[in-house]
Each structure stands twice: as C-alpha cells, then as structure tokens.
C-alpha cells in the first residue's frame, strides 16, 4: 500500500473509485449516480493540489486507487490557516491503516502551510470514521442536526476539528 499526492496520471483511476465509493457507502455526501463522470474536474482537483494550494493524498495499492484523503485550504484572510478535510477509502481496504497513514501525512502538510486548524464534518453513525478522527486529533465541536437526507431519514452530523 502506498500513499502519496495525487497525479495528473491518476484522474481516472481515481474517478473510477470515487463512482465505485458513491455505491459502497452512505456515509459519503454523493448518492450513487449523483458524482459528474467528467475527468476534467478530478484533473482540476488534483492541479489544485500539484499547485501547492491544496492537498490531495491517493491511496494506491497494485496500481489502483483505494482511498483518498483531500485537504482544502481557506482561500479569504480571515481563514486562511484553516483547511477542510474529506476523506474516503473503499470499503475492502478499511481497517489496514490507510486513515492513519493518510493524517500522518495531513500533519506534515498542515505544518508546512502554516495550517492551524483542521475541521470536518461526520455523519453521526459513522461510529469508524469518528473514532478514526478522535485517534488522530480532531474533538467535537458540535452537532449539525438534520445535516443530510439519507434513505428518506435524516441524519445528523458532527462537526470536528483539530489544531496545532
């Protein structure tokens, strides 16, 4: 398994498990068949980061795309030293280390950007990936009731964030 920043190469490969992580998961914010199946924007995506203005980390094992961890950086003055983090890693690959791996790696960039705080949303039930985040730092700030539709019902989410 390796983790690393995304390529301009990767742009299908990681479409291809984006559309595939749509179908696996409820816990993502795009329903199946929701997600644009244009390349160009997952290219735009990852220029974002090759120009340093972003971070977009792909975890790759035996040459396709697995997971994804995406930082995105506060654009105004007043947030700049913030970033806004999404993560998602395909279901048969969870629970092999890719989450930590991937904010090991987060830690290294948010100190190299003079990032002070990290934030994320959670849905409620999402009892994994909030262990995986508290593991790694983050704390919850709040609860976002009514946040998502999902299935008919609707669901809350955390709000959660780190700082260095």
Request: glycine share 6%.
């Amino acid at each position: 398994m390796i983790i690393r920043k995304a390529k301009l190469e990767d742009a299908n490969n990681l479409l291809s498990m984006l559309l595939s992580l749509d179908k696996e998961t409820n816990y993502m914010l795009l329903e199946p068949n929701e997600r644009d199946n244009d390349v160009s924007r997952v290219q735009g995506m990852i220029q974002q980061s090759i120009n340093g203005s972003n971070l977009l980390l792909v975890a790759e094992d035996e040459d396709n795309i697995v997971g994804f961890l995406s930082a995105q950086k506060g654009i105004l003055k007043r947030i700049k030293h913030t970033a806004y983090i999404v993560v998602g890693i395909r279901e048969i690959h969870r629970g092999k280390g890719i989450g930590t791996k991937f904010f090991s790696e987060l830690d290294l960039w948010a100190k190299e950007n003079l990032i002070t705080r990290l934030e994320l949303t959670v849905m409620c039930p999402n009892i994994v990936a909030k262990h995986l985040y508290e593991k790694n730092g983050f704390e919850i700030e709040g609860i976002k009731k009514r946040s998502m539709l999902v299935d008919g019902e609707y669901v809350d989410e955390f709000y959660m964030a780190k700082f260095y």
